[in-house]
């Protein structure tokens, strides 16, 4: 490996104060479209092999500006996040002959109590093994695994989901600090049937501590369920900025 | 697995005010007896596979309480993080024929440049490798993996120099919030040649964030020899209290 990689900030908007799910559909539009474009530019790097792009939001989730931002790195490594993540869903893949992120759609859709919002091409809900209270990810709902690949089409579905539910989160939470990664597939494999590309958005309401530095175990106060609840029983009135 | 296990707390001191590093030395070999007396009972439960004594001080370590604490926990599973850390050294004891923790602690005494406190029994210093800034690690000098057999000698010598070690962090830092965790071996497997038990500080100078979470690298701005150094660099009049 060599120490070789980028680092780039997005500046999501020129208005200091509003957050990405406040800004108008069209915008996190553009803003997604931007994540997408230099997740491609910087994949066809050949030393490239991951792009991950990521936002911290808030001096809890590690930020160290306020003005809305992503970050997108691209590494020489496939980080060990991601290589474990691949590895298990090729496993699951080998088993069963599906995509165990289809799978888990499938079974989320036909259970419904910790489901988020649900649009024509998106799914949100908060995961069964939830590690984090209102952990919520977002998933295209037909399978593909490389965000760096998403049409147009797409990226305005995923505008009005994640502006949906980055908004019922504000507004049930009381704007909190929050993480949000997109994980996908590595770039020299865009096209895996194993693997299903998607968002993880993890609110900062509590701290890890010495339990999960020391464990890999996390302790989480609230039931998926309990989360998803409450995220849906919001009115559009209440979550919707803009 | 069963459900099984047990969640302990201990009260360092009646003061409210002081932190551990703040007690006079025999105190802090109290609560270090304390912690090896609950370990030795916890783990005699024969569905206790694993014990994990654990120190989150101030509110950025995850800490719910001010008052100087630590915790035990008893658990029916080898936590991964341990587990990990198990195969690994066995691999490299497999490859060399010594036990990996010995070897680092041969090279940090002989090179010098990352060592915090020397002792007659034990040593601290900031890991070649470490992952945070001022991460420090406290090792017994001979041979052992497991601390519940701790002996009273050896409980005198930790407080000694967990008594120095924090005392420098505590000063050099201006009482940061850490955590701190003892690593070691698995209760039903208390001589193993290949580990070795240690205490891991991390003091808490900044937050996880997207990074961290979706790539499992650690970002680092203090090499561990400037840290080494400037714990070093304090006299003891400057970290003793009491």
Redesign the interface.
């Known amino acids: 490996m060599d120490g070789v990689g980028a680092h780039e900030a997005i500046v999501e908007s020129p208005e200091h104060e509003r957050e990405l799910s406040e800004l108008p559909l069209d915008r996190i539009e553009q803003v997604l479209t931007a994540y997408r474009d230099r997740s491609l530019a910087l994949g066809r790097d050949r030393r490239t092999r991951y792009v991950?792009v990521?936002?911290?939001h808030g001096?809890?989730?590690?930020?160290t500006q306020d003005h809305s931002h992503a970050?997108i790195?691209a590494?020489p490594v496939i980080?060990?996040?991601?290589a474990?993540e691949l590895a298990g869903s090729r496993r699951r893949f080998e088993k069963s002959g599906r995509c165990v992120f289809c799978e888990v759609m499938e079974r989320e859709l036909a259970e419904g109590s910790r489901i988020v919002s649900r649009e024509e091409s998106f799914l949100s809900f908060t995961p069964y093994a939830s590690r984090f209270a209102y952990e919520t990810w977002v998933l295209p709902r037909r399978h593909a695994s490389s965000f760096a690949n998403a049409s147009e089409e797409t990226l305005r579905g995923l505008a009005a989901i994640l502006k949906e539910t980055l908004g019922r989160i504000r507004s049930a939470l009381a704007r909190p600090d929050y993480?949000?990664?997109i994980?996908t597939a590595p770039c020299a494999e865009p096209d895996l049937e194993f693997y299903h590309w998607h968002i993880e958005i993890?609110p900062k309401l509590?701290?890890?501590?010495?339990?999960?530095?020391?464990?890999?175990?996390y302790i989480n106060p609230t039931p998926p369920e309990e989360a998803a609840e409450r995220l849906r029983s919001l009115s559009p009135a209440e979550f919707r900025a803009s």
């Open positions: 991950l990521f936002k911290n001096e809890w989730a590690g930020a970050q790195l590494t980080p060990s996040v991601a474990e993480n949000f990664l994980h993890i509590s701290r890890a501590s010495g339990f999960e530095w020391g464990t890999g175990a």
